[in-house]
T-cell receptor, first 109, second 113 residues
Framework: GENVEQHPSTLSVQEGDSAVIKCTYS??????FPWYKQELGKRPQLIID?????GEKKDQRIAVTLNKTAKHFSLHITETQPEDSAVYFC????????FGAGTTVTVRA | DGGITQSPKYLFRKEGQNVTLSCEQN?????MYWYRQDPGQGLRLIYY???????QKGDIAEGYSVSREKKESFPLTVTSAQKNPTAFYLC????????????FGQGTRLTVV
């Protein structure tokens, strides 16, 4: 089955700096890679996703890159703001949706 | 109001009792999932169902059971065989098993005393 590893587990950045979270996956059949943001006490919500036929996708301050050969994908948040503080999860989808362990991001004012 | 609803939000049970968590969706989604969330361990898949009357074990199915008798409902039973049932449980649904967004319920926090 799919195994998704996510690093780092915690990330503290100064407001305005960039944050990068990296994930690797094991199943070459996976073809969809979403990223979810979970604020304290709330449900995870999709912030961006990428499909296997695309190498990069950007949505305002958030971007995701995918390297299918190396089986890794990354989330980039630029110009971080206090409201970006949350837990971020990467996931990989073959016939089921498997998640990484999460990254707790803290943006320092 | 469309969406996916879990109930109750908080649940307390005595050790040794079975308990059933509810998950209902009116999004007409075929696939439904149950995850367990523990601090530092992310979302671990318990069971998933791709279609009515069919479901498969996920990575940590031991001590849990599910049913999928209706498309909109996917209840999870935490049995007395689950050694450490205290956790936050999340249900999710999506259109199919392929490249589509999964929507989550608000979760149920189960505490076994």
């Amino acid at each position: 089955g799919e195994n998704v590893e996510q690093h780092p587990s915690t990330l503290s950045v100064q407001e305005g700096d960039s944050a990068v979270i990296k994930c690797t996956y094991s199943d070459s059949a996976s073809n969809y890679f979403p990223w979810y943001k979970q604020e304290l006490g709330k449900r995870p919500q999709l912030i961006i996703d990428i499909r296997s036929n695309v190498g990069e996708k950007k949505d305002q301050r958030i971007a995701v890159t995918l390297n299918k050969t190396a089986k890794h994908f990354s989330l980039h948040i630029t110009e971080t703001q206090p409201e970006d503080s949350a837990v971020y999860f990467c996931a990989a989808n073959d016939y089921k949706l498997s998640f990484g362990a999460g990254t707790t991001v803290t943006v320092r004012a | 109001d469309g969406g996916i609803t879990q109930s109750p939000k908080y649940l307390f049970r005595k050790e040794g009792q079975n308990v059933t968590l509810s998950c209902e969706q009116n999004l007409n989604h075929d696939a439904m999932y149950w995850y367990r969330q523990d601090p530092g361990q992310g979302l671990r898949l318990i069971y998933y169902s791709q279609i009515v009357n069919d479901f498969q074990k996920g990575d940590i199915a031991e001590g849990y059971s599910v049913s999928r008798e209706k498309k909109e409902s996917f209840p999870l039973t935490v049995t007395s065989a689950q050694k450490n049932p205290t956790a936050f449980y999340l249900c999710a649904s999506k259109i199919g098993t392929a490249n589509t967004e999964a929507f989550f319920g608000q979760g149920t926090r189960l505490t076994v005393v």
